[in-house]
DNA sequence: CAGGAGGTGGACTGTCAAGTCCAATCGATA
DNA sequence: TATCGATTGGACTTGACAGTCCACCTCCTG
């Protein structure tokens, strides 16, 4: 393990990383192989073994990576999560975004967690953060919304926000296993009446 | 492959097949090693390759055995779908299994199809068909309460009990991943609230 | 320009997994 | 009891994988 990485370093930490990502996506956690990984990394093993400890460190690194695509795509939709029309928004991006990949692939965070949970403790921990990151989005603008009364005083935006996720998480679980884009949009439209139930 | 399995033979298979499921249920899908499963099921290779074609047909009859151990388990609650009482039973009966569980395992079911769904076509639509016959129970009995007036005559009985199974199963995922069985106390609140407004 | 830390290449090892093969045993039935 | 398919044991082949090792390169710094 380098203390510091120079610029050389980190690009090839990157590129390490985003091969892994992709075949983590492609074929799974358990099936993504070093070789594999170095190939499309046009990396060799020594480079691997240099910038993380084992199979398990790039792994969390991948959930890490993952966790900020994720993000990242709903960049400008997760920070206007304060009004019904930036919520609805939302939804509806989700639901583009799942016809557009016809189905397939799930939520990239979501499916690791039956891959890994159970297996990895720091994993779990990684993907329990990411979640967060991602909750907290929705958490906030559910909370700003009742502090301008378009929520009712008796709501709660912790709850609400858990339960908006776990209807995501459901619906794109449901999509997946169906290849019916149509099970996330039933799961969203839930959500939207549930929201709209704690509204002023 | 036999045509026709003496009781024996049957005896044998479901052995295997019961070792496997447990090892699925433990390891994951993809850490399961025939080795494994032999020693578990006091078999020899050649039994588990007398009954299954390969290790996929071996997983697809786990993924069979995992769905109905799981209806098994909620037997008694199921068929009683058609009244608040029997829906509030249902989801307590949830909840307190998770509490048991400290949280662990997530959905048998459902953690299967972030590492199958993707790989084996034909193990999707065994999980497909495994979350129909789990989600129909619900379905049947929203109907069964329609009917008797007990649900609005707008309501629909199928897009709720998918909005349910999708609540449950999002809420099994965010309890597994924080290990917090109060995750699924929260989605299940939320589908109380959700088919309540689409009572009559 | 010399030294050292960061960075790289690629062969090598030990392990374990899936699937094959063949000879042997069991048990129902004619 | 003779026969045949169901059933069983376990060694074997082949391939892939994680992780190790060591020699070499590159670039900054003093």
Redesign the interface.
Known sequence: MPQVLTAKGQSTRTRIVQAAAQLVAE??A??MSLDDVCERAHASRSQLYHYFDDRDDLVRAVINATTDSVLLAQDGLLDHLDTWAGIDRWFAALVALQQEREA???CPI??????L???DPGA?AN??DG?ERWEAHLRDGLERMQERGRLSAHADPA??A??T???????L??T????DPG?LR??L??AR??LR?AAA
Chains 1, 2 share one sequence.
């Open positions: 074929k799974g358990a099936a397939r692939g799930g979501g499916s690791l967690v039956g891959q949970a159970e297996r779990r993907l329990a979640f709850s609400l858990t339960s996720m776990a209807l995501l998480q459901g619906g679980l449901l997946q296993v169906r290849r099970q039933t799961a439209a839930a009446v549930l139930s």
